[in-house]
């Protein structure tokens, strides 16, 4: 019992003497980094060493425990002699336990060789170098290690500066993998370069084959050409151009074309022509160019179209203009010829209808039956002459402009009235639908309007062999009428809405054969011009057709439903 009681007391001393000393070796730790000693002593087996810092100071002292980088101080066997808290915390082990250890403890094995060497060269001369820290949780740590002798008391020391490289070390990395992929990507931008060079290239040759081959064509082709910007200034002008108006390239750029042309033509030109370049559309007019050879002017068909790029806009124009100069004096000989053929056919006409009356009136002796039907059909055969000859004689007035006649209030109504009834004698297998409201007042000529109507009808009637249904209607829009015939038969496709209502033009079908010399429609476009009205017609091919003109309503009158 007695001897345990001395072991406890015993343990109790020495567990007293072992605080004191780690009270004491806290107390010198802190004040070493607090600059409040400047020697210590190390035992270093049974010799203990005094060591003191030649030019310790505390302001020195505070800076080192202060800076950012691990600083160590190690004698010549390598022993630590002292430690700030950054380099404790580099190597995640507390301060009082890192002085006294060897510094190669945290060197990893693979860098021993290394480390030593540089050690020994330090000690003759300052150098740096990096080195790969092994931190308490066996974590290689990329450090900058500076090494320079320091003079002590006891001797000299070796001074050991650890700067942290892992943020470098990251940045230099990440640095890398960006130099890399700019590398890549100034590779592949020199690539695309080369690629976009040989591009630029081969079409800069196709642009110029293309252009020269316009060239060739346009200077080797009768008519004369040109090219336009989209605000309307000409910027090119075939040989054809120069060889015909005499005009060299500095009179003919922009506007310079209006000075050949006929002073009666040229406003009607201008303003076909600004109207194309406001609108987009297609610009066609017929004028009059003056020829340098003998200074006469000759008539041209005028036509430029637009070329759009991908986005829809205009880029430039390409204009034509065709002499057609003896197209003109020989539509003027074939008028002048339909004018005196049909004024000669009228009278032999009239002469051959008085001898048919006679025939039928004749009443010595009773006419044979069969004669009577013969006399009949030469009546019919007569009278589509005579509407023939009408018409041959109404377009040699349209183009001499003598188509006149006296305008008187008329209600159009009632000659719808009129034309619906002749027609059903006439066709009594169609369905003709009256439509028209009532007291349709307009201003015109009622033989002439008559005579529209019945075209319209009658045409109508030649293009629709299976659905015999036509309406005519009337609408009433704003200051206008609009009187329209409505078939359900071939129809008309784009092209032929165009021409129409262009003299001699006849739709042909195969189907429906028709006769005719396609005047009826441009005499009737004339008429209603004449009556300051409008003409037109909407339709789609296989769904029929309706023609349509507009007519202004009478001032004091409106219709009345």
């Given amino acids: 019992m007695e001897q345990l009681k001395t072991t406890y007391d015993q343990l109790l001393s020495e567990n007293y003497e072992l605080r004191m000393q780690l009270e004491e070796a806290n107390d010198t730790i802190d004040a070493i980094r607090t600059g409040q000693i400047d020697a210590l002593i190390v035992n270093h087996g049974d010799n203990p060493q005094l060591y003191t810092l030649k030019t310790a100071d505390q302001t020195y002292r505070v800076f080192i425990e202060k800076m950012n980088e691990g600083a160590v101080t190690v004698n010549r066997d390598g022993i630590i002699l002292y430690s700030n808290s950054r380099f404790a915390h580099m190597v995640g082990l507390p301060l009082e336990k890192v002085i006294g250890l060897p510094f190669n403890t945290f060197i990893p094995e693979k860098s021993g060789e290394q480390f030593n060497k540089l050690i020994q060269h330090a000690w003759e001369k300052d150098c740096k170098e990096e080195i790969g820290l092994l931190d308490n949780n066996k974590q290689i740590v990329c450090c900058l290690l500076s090494c320079n002798t320091l003079e002590l008391d006891e001797g000299t020391a070796l001074s050991l500066i650890l700067t942290d490289l892992t943020l470098l070390k990251e940045t230099e990395n990440q640095l890398k993998i960006k130099n890399e992929e700019l590398k890549a990507a100034h590779i592949a931008t020199e690539k695309l370069n080369a690629q976009l060079e040989d591009t630029v290239k081969e079409r800069t040759n196709e642009l110029f084959l293309s252009r020269e081959h316009f060239k060739y064509l346009a200077n080797n082709i009768p008519q004369m050409t040109w090219t336009n910007r989209p605000d309307g200034d000409v910027d090119y002008y075939n040989q054809q151009w120069y060889s015909y108006t005499g005009l060299n390239l500095e009179e003919s750029k922009k506007q310079g074309w209006q000075k050949v042309i006929h002073p ?120 589509k002459l005579q509407r023939l000859i009408n018409d041959l004689l109404d377009v040699s007035k349209i183009q001499a402009g003598r188509l006149e006649y006296a305008l008187e209030n008329i209600d159009i109504c009632d000659l719808i009235k009129t034309c619906v009834e002749e027609n059903t004698h006439i066709y009594p297998s169609y369905n003709f639908v009256n439509e028209a409201q009532t007291e349709c007042i307009v201003k015109g000529n009622a033989e002439r309007l008559e005579q529209v109507l019945m075209n319209l009808i009658n045409n109508a009637v030649k293009y629709s062999q299976d659905n015999k249904t036509v309406i005519i209607k009337t609408t009433k829009l704003d200051k206008y009428l609009r009187v329209s015939v409505t078939d359900f038969g071939i129809g008309l496709s784009h092209e032929q809405r165009k021409r129409i209502f262009e003299r001699f033009y006849r739709v042909e079908d195969k189907k429906n054969m028709t006769s005719g010399l396609g005047m009826g429609l441009y005499i009737s476009a004339e008429i209603i011009r004449s009556h300051n009205g409008v003409i037109g017609v909407d339709g789609e091919l296989g769904k029929g057709a309706t023609f349509y003109f507009d007519l202004p309503l009478a001032k004091e009158n409106e219709i009345k439903i």
């Avoid at 005196?340 to 039956?369: D, F, R, V």
């Fill in 264 to 383: 009666d033509d040229l406003a009607n030109t201008v303003d076909k022509y600004n109207a194309a370049i406001r609108s987009g559309h297609i610009f066609e007019v017929e004028n009059r160019y003056k020829r340098s050879a003998d200074g006469s002017y000759r008539w041209h068909l005028n036509r430029a179209v637009p070329l759009h790029d991908e986005k829809g806009e205009i880029v430039f124009w390409v204009g034509t203009a065709t002499d057609i100069e003896d197209q003109k004096r020989e539509m003027d000989r074939k008028d002048e010829f339909i004018g005196i053929a049909s004024h000669e056919l009228k009278t032999p006409l009239t002469s051959l209808k008085g001898y048919l009356q006679l025939i039928s009136n004749y009443k010595k002796e009773e006419i044979p039956a069969v004669v009577k039907q013969y006399i009949a059909k030469a009546n019919i055969a007569l009278n």
